[in-house]
Each structure stands twice: as C-alpha cells, then as structure tokens.
C-alpha cells in the first residue's frame, strides 16, 4: 500500500475529477478523515491542520469498491458547479432573506451536471458552488477495511506532519 502526501495524492484526483466529473462521492468525518469516492477508484485521506485553511496528511488510492459505490449511490454527486450572474444573485437574496436558500434551491443546485475545473478558468462564471460533502459520524465504521486504513493512516500522517513541522510537533507532544 503505497502513502503519498495530501498535497500530491489530491492532486491526481483533481485531474481524475477532471477527466470525468461525474460520478464522484466525498464523505468526511470529524477526525478529519476523507473518504473520495471517484467512478473507477476511491481514496482515503487523513488530514492533519495546519491553521484553519492550509493541512498536510497522507492518503492512499484503492480500487473500486462494490460496497462503496452501493453506499453513495443515492447520494447526489460532488463537483463543481458554476452559477451565472442570476442564479448568484438570486442564491444569495435567498439566503440574506431567509438565512439558507430553499430547500427545492439545493434540489436544482444539486441537480446541475458538475463540470471539469479547467471549464470554470475558462468561463470565469460568477460563482461557483462546490459539493456536497457528506458528513459522516466515522468512516472507519464502513467496514473493516476502513478501519484498518484509518489506523494506518493515522500513523504515517502523524510521521509525515514530525518529519515536515518538527518544531510544531514538539509544540502539540
């Protein structure tokens, strides 16, 4: 089982993503762990912050899963989904007006085909609207496998953030 750093392994899953966006599932627990779900493979990441935006982590590429895949299969997909000037301004009236957009909103939202990244740098639309992310209450309860993983990972990302930050992770024991 090959660990590759988040920072290389998200990476080729962007240009996976890109090559075919749709299909793709992403769940995340509070232990920040990710679990991506990709139409011909999946992957596994353990995620270690750094400061609110920027983390480091380990992650690892499996094959596709039957199991997985039945698992999210009612799920709506994760991409990325550009939004013209009105469907933006209206989004966001929604939510000024009434805190959140509306439930048959989201429906639509969701509903929209996610598009490979390189079409949002080309068509520069107004926004852009990212998701979902399924939160998860523990990804290493899926199956075994998971959980063997999970401890894995745990382990090489906790040597990966010593080998990269030691001077924070003396700070944190």
């Keep these: ?40 493979s999946s992957y596994r990441l353990k995620l270690v912050p750094l400061s609110p935006q920027e983390y480091t982590g380990v992650g690892v590429k499996f094959g596709r899963s039957k199991g997985l895949q039945k698992m999210v299969k009612n799920l709506p997909p994760y991409g990325f989904r550009p939004l013209s000037r009105e469907e933006t301004r209206d989004l966001l009236s929604a939510i000024h007006r009434r805190g959140r957009p509306t439930d048959k909103r989201i429906k639509e939202l969701l509903e929209m085909k996610p598009v490979p990244t390189w079409e949002i740098d080309k068509k520069r639309p ?26 894995k990972l745990a382990v090489e990302a906790d040597k990966l953030f010593r080998r990269k930050y030691p001077l924070r992770a003396r700070t944190y024991g």
Excluded: C
């Excluded at 926004?127 to 998971?146: C, D, E, F, Y």
């Design 1 to 40: 089982m090959l660990f590759e750093p988040v920072e290389q392994i998200t990476k080729r899953i962007l240009r996976q993503y890109n090559r075919h966006p749709e299909g793709w599932s992403v769940l995340v627990d509070n232990k920040r762990n990710v679990l991506v779900i990709g139409p011909s």
């Design 126 to 151: 107004e926004a852009v609207v990212t998701g979902p992310l399924v939160a998860h209450p523990n990804l290493s309860a899926i199956s075994k496998r998971q959980k063997e993983l999970e401890a």
